[in-house]
């Protein structure tokens, strides 16, 4: 099937997939306006209420290979199903926070169980599963869900806190997200996995989806280069995402233009994303995956060389979202370059821990090094550092092979540089 005929009887699964990954994305993009009125209220750091985040991302990362194998059972559909509704209804309850650690813990372990069936791995599958010549234009598609949560999750939390209180906000925003999204996943998300669940023809279809299975992917030096760089980038760039509203509120900027500027990085992540998707099915996908990691070392520089500048915010914003919208797209595209589809939920789980381990840590690592500076300078520099390691390590992958045959044989296995 060429490209058109992908897009002409597919359309609607990136779409649907687009506003499924947002949702997975919501609870972190939201998160810079309430940071603040929270901290307010309940007297604590920003280390701490960014630590509902962590909390989340590690859930994530621990149940990322176990979902992915769960995904390649039963299918993509049942599984985001259920994730979108439990995620708008366990971040709503956010709101109800009274104040102490306990009670902290526990509504953010709500969130945390939330986000297992709504990871990257569920939509990238059902995508990856229907498009092959467009791969990466679709992958790029269905990721920039989390451009659109990172656009307009800011402003809809800044107006509805301004307007209703950081409590109300919560509920409002995430009932009427939930009556959005659901309609559209229930008509328009099914992978090809969907047809072999219904006919119960699981072991056909796993023949059909050609590609390596979990354990010949463990051999190959490809998987740890590809955790790394998925680790380093999510702990850097999400952390200084989710941070970034405070940051430029450090600088003296207003709270709805912080948010404003904020809203950059998601409308500029969309071209990111659309952009890395272009290029990935027409270049090769290690280089333009090092170019795309080595861009927000240049934000960096300029927050902090001109801290008090308007365009340098502006710019850091614009760089960070261009950025923002690449990483997955490059992940998941070399996953499925590398590894095939046979056992794509399984394997693929492994580079979204480590994207769950960053996000984890980032935010958290973010508001410490804030706390402990009272400024958010050293964070910058560390992610010069580690967005620079993320790119040397996509880039001395080289060659990125497409895999052949069904069933790999033992010498096919060999590690890939």
């Given at each position: 099937m060429s490209s058109r005929l992908e897009w002409q009887h597919h359309w609607r699964l990136p779409m649907a997939a687009a506003l499924g990954y947002a949702t997975a994305c919501l609870y972190v993009y939201s998160l810079g306006p309430f940071i603040e009125p929270i901290q307010n209220e309940f007297g604590?750091?920003?280390?701490?209420?960014?630590?509902?985040?962590?909390?989340?991302?590690?859930?994530?990362?621990?149940?990322?290979?176990?979902?992915?194998?769960?995904v390649d059972r039963v299918g993509p559909r049942r599984v985001g199903l259920i994730g979108v509704s439990m995620m708008c209804v366990s971040l709503a309850a956010i709101g109800t926070a009274t104040g102490s650690d306990a009670n902290?813990?526990?509504?953010?372990?709500?969130?945390?169980?939330?986000?297992?069936?709504?990871?990257?791995?569920?939509?990238?599958?059902?995508?990856?599963s229907r498009f092959e010549h467009s791969r990466?234009?679709?992958?790029?598609?269905?990721?920039?869900?989390?451009?659109?949560?990172?656009?307009?999750?800011?402003i809809i939390a800044t107006a509805l806190i301004s307007e209703l209180g950081w409590r109300h906000a919560y509920f409002v925003m995430c009932a009427c997200w939930l009556m959005i999204v659901l309609p559209v996943m229930w008509w328009y998300f099914r992978g090809a996995q969907e047809r072999a669940v219904q006919h119960q023809n699981v072991l056909d279809t796993a023949r059909q989806l050609t590609g390596l299975d979990f354990k010949q992917g463990l051999?190959?030096?490809?998987?740890?280069?590809?955790?790394?760089?998925?680790?380093?980038?999510a702990f850097t760039v999400v952390g200084v995402v989710v941070h970034f509203v405070p940051l430029l509120r450090d600088q003296g900027v207003t709270p709805m233009s912080a948010a404003s500027i904020a809203s950059l990085i998601g409308i500029f992540s969309v071209v990111g994303r659309l952009g890395t998707g272009f290029l990935l099915d027409r270049f090769p996908g290690h280089l333009v995956g090092a170019i795309a990691f080595l861009i927000p070392i240049v934000a960096c520089v300029m927050l902090l060389t001109m801290p008090q500048a308007l365009i340098a915010h502006t710019m850091a914003a614009i760089i960070f979202g261009l950025t923002l919208g690449s990483e997955v797209d490059v992940i998941a595209f070399l996953a499925a370059r590398y590894f095939g589809m046979r056992h794509f939920g399984a394997i693929y789980g492994t580079m979204v821990m480590a994207l769950s381990f960053g996000t984890a840590l980032g935010p958290l690592g973010a508001g410490m090094l804030y706390d402990r500076f009272e400024g958010y300078g050293p964070f910058l520099w560390l992610l010069m550092v580690l967005m620079g390691s993320s790119a040397i390590a996509v880039f001395s992958l080289r060659s990125t092979p497409v895999v052949h045959g069904t069933v790999p044989s033992r010498s096919q296995t060999a590690p890939v540089n």
């Open positions: 604590w750091s920003r280390s701490k209420v960014s630590s509902g985040v962590t909390l989340a991302a590690f859930f994530t990362a621990f149940f990322s290979v176990p979902i992915g194998m769960l902290w813990w526990f509504l953010w372990g709500l969130v945390a169980l939330s986000t297992v069936p709504v990871q990257a791995t569920v939509w990238t599958a059902a995508v990856n990466g234009l679709a992958l790029a598609v269905t990721l920039s869900g989390a451009s659109f949560a990172a656009a307009i999750s800011p051999r190959t030096s490809a998987m740890y280069k590809l955790i790394v760089a998925s680790g380093f980038y």
